[in-house]
Antibody
Framework: EVQLLESGGTLVQPGGSLRLSCAASGLTFSSHAMSWVRQAPGKGLEWVSA????????YYADSVKGRFTISRDNSMNTLSLQMNSLRAEDTAVYYC???????????????WGQGTLVTVSS | IVMTQSPATLSVSPGERATLSCRAS??????LAWYQQKPGQAPRLLIYGASTRATGIPARFSGSGSGTEFTLSISSLQSEDFAVYYCQQYNYWPALAFGGGTKVEIK
């Protein structure tokens, strides 16, 4: 059974930084692209960032480009999201999500973590 | 690209059929997925490729459409089906986009 467990969410001040992690188990982590998807309180889903299976390619939504950095450690089965220059509008539950494609990217998501809440407020 | 779902809320009695719509502002071919999300839970993949059920998804869920118009149908709604449903286009990369969601509530 695939398990994705996010951590690192907390209250942070505007302009601050935060690093989220997602620990993966029950899958061949190095074979799957991964993404971060967020959901503001009471709102819909927003794709944030993706990384290829090897980690060699990264992609970002315009809303976070230049502020967020996605990375992965395939030896530790861990996905990360470094978030800098945080804004109030970044407040959301952040989910890590697995792409079902093997080595390639299908760009939809068949497994999700339970999410970690990031609150940006003074 | 903008994904528009309608209606925002759908009131349905248990055992009845529910039909949810998703419209894309540009053609997305068949690169469309549907997800179900219950309160306090992560989304769950229901349909991909516009009409292919994901692993373990009951046959009462079906998807149809291509281009810009898509439909998710749930035949004979069960109590566990009352939730929010999102469509997602993945034709345009890296501009993935979700619809605003349709809440299916008990009538």
């Amino acid at each position: 059974e695939v398990q994705l467990l996010e951590s690192g969410g907390t209250l942070v001040q505007p302009g601050g930084s935060l690093r989220l992690s997602c620990a993966a188990s029950g899958l061949t982590f190095s074979s799957h692209a991964m993404s971060w998807v967020r959901q503001a309180p009471g709102k819909g889903l927003e794709w944030v960032s993706a990384i290829s299976a090897s980690g060699g390619s990264t992609y970002y939504a315009d809303s976070v480009k230049g502020r967020f950095t996605i990375s992965r450690d395939n030896s530790m089965n861990t996905l990360s999201l470094q978030m800098n220059s945080l804004r109030a509008e970044d407040t959301a539950v952040y989910y890590c999500a697995k792409d079902p494609g093997i080595t390639g990217m299908t760009r939809h998501f068949d497994d999700w973590g339970q999410g970690t809440l990031v609150t940006v407020s003074s | 690209i903008v994904m528009t779902q309608s209606p925002a809320t759908l009131s349905v009695s248990p055992g009845e059929r529910a039909t949810l719509s998703c419209r894309a502002s540009q053609t997305v071919s068949s690169n469309l997925a549907w997800y179900q999300q219950k309160p306090g839970q992560a989304p769950r993949l229901l349909i991909y490729g516009a009409s292919t059920r994901a692993t373990g998804i009951p046959a009462r869920f079906s998807g149809s459409g291509s281009g810009t118009e898509f439909t998710l149908s749930i035949s004979s709604l069960q109590s566990e089906d009352f939730a929010v449903y999102y469509c997602q286009q993945y034709n345009y990369w890296p501009a993935l986009a979700f619809g605003g969601g349709t809440k299916v509530e008990i009538k």
